[in-house]
């Protein structure tokens, strides 16, 4: 597909910047697809009337947010678009699957533990007494994307590890009777220690987004904690922000 492509010299916007920015707007989109070949270097300076050297600057910005990827022997290649995800009471997996991103699940831990004085105040139960902890690697197109944490009360559902890995969480509950209602979330930033940077194919000291929730269901009761790190490269949260009458 070729692609309409154009920059204004006559702007106070960096000229690689406004390439980079028609870019990602194509990606976003789905003009440009995962798996597209984006033309060459040389070839896109010439349509535009660049340097070489502005055209790899544009590249080599939505290569760093993991937008596109170097191929030897192949060219530069579309990966996928960020997932922004809004900030409403919904599962990874449903925002994914929507984003056209092929959720893939890989369960690493899912077992009964004593609470911890702070997921038991989060879950409302006594601190050591038993809850289900699962530990959830999510993929969209085999990339890491996020590691979720999650705990619920026990009893509340079975936590089939098959089920986990084809669907989401949400999707369990809500299967199981579950009506979800509200929930208390916060988001915040970190650099990733060693072992997540490895768990999510990123540098150890890498930032990483988090959020915390403590969802509800329609009767007030706590059916889960989660605690969740994200990629930035892959991933963002929107928000919607209302004037106050």
Not at 20 to 34: F, R, S, V
Not at 106 to 113: H, I
Not at 188 to 216: D, H, I, K, S, Y
Request: glycine fraction near 8%; aromatic fraction near 4%; proline fraction near 5%.
């Amino acid at each position: 597909m070729q692609l309409e492509l154009s920059v204004d010299r006559s702007s106070p916007v960096p000229l690689y910047f406004q390439l980079a920015q028609q870019l990602e707007a194509a990606i976003e989109h789905g003009t440009l697809t995962p798996g597209s070949l984006l033309g060459n270097e040389i070839e896109l300076a010439a349509r535009l009337g660049l340097s070489r050297p502005t055209v790899r600057q544009a590249i080599q910005s939505l290569v760093d947010k993991g937008l596109l990827v170097r191929r030897r022997g192949v060219g530069t290649q579309v990966v996928h678009s960020q997932v922004k995800r809004p900030l409403e009471l919904s599962s990874l997996y449903d925002d994914l699957e929507a984003a056209g991103q092929r959720p893939a699940t890989k369960v690493l831990v899912n077992t009964v533990v004593p609470a911890s004085a702070e997921v038991a105040a989060a879950l409302g139960v006594a601190e050591d007494s038993e809850v289900h902890r699962v530990e959830r690697l999510r993929l969209a197109h085999g990339e890491p994307m996020a590691y979720l944490c999650n705990f619920l009360p026990p009893g509340l559902i079975d936590l089939d590890t098959g089920q986990l890995e084809a669907t989401g969480l949400y999707r369990l509950m809500r299967a199981a009777g579950i009506t979800l209602h509200s929930a208390r979330q916060s988001i915040g930033a970190r650099a990733a220690t060693a072992a997540e940077a490895e768990r999510l194919a990123e540098e150890a000291g890498a930032p990483l987004l988090t959020m915390q929730r403590v969802t509800f269901d329609d009767t007030g009761r706590a059916v889960e904690y989660g605690t969740h790190t994200y990629r930035p490269s892959r991933y963002s949260f929107e928000f919607q922000l209302l004037v106050r009458s």
